[in-house]
């Protein structure tokens, strides 16, 4: 399995387990339906290489605003501490993948 397809699934995964537990934390609310085209779509456009990753945020940021209705700024720490999760996280098993 290559970096990309880890990459790919490491986003799934921490998106949809961050707007889980926000939907959880009644910081925002979303249905399982939202929820799962949110995540599969930010993930898919985020492997997009050179640009994916900046694309990604502003769909994530443009989905949850649409999905949920919450504040641009609720919405705007829930991509950011996803995303800042979701680097570190590709950072420390790429460096373990590298090696």
Not at 38 to 52: D, R
Not at 56 to 69: E, P
């Amino acid at each position: 399995m290559g970096f990309t397809a880890v990459a790919f699934s490491l986003d799934v995964l921490l998106s949809a387990l961050s707007v889980w537990l926000a939907t959880h934390l009644r910081v925002i609310q979303m249905p399982w339906r939202d929820i799962g085209i949110l995540v599969i779509s930010v993930s898919t456009v985020s492997v997009i290489p050179v640009i994916g990753l900046l694309l990604g945020i502003l769909l994530f940021l443009v989905m949850v605003l649409r999905f949920s209705g919450c504040s641009v700024i609720n919405a705007a720490a829930l991509v950011g501490l996803t995303k800042l999760v979701w680097l570190i996280a590709v950072a420390v098993f790429g460096a373990s993948f590298l090696n």
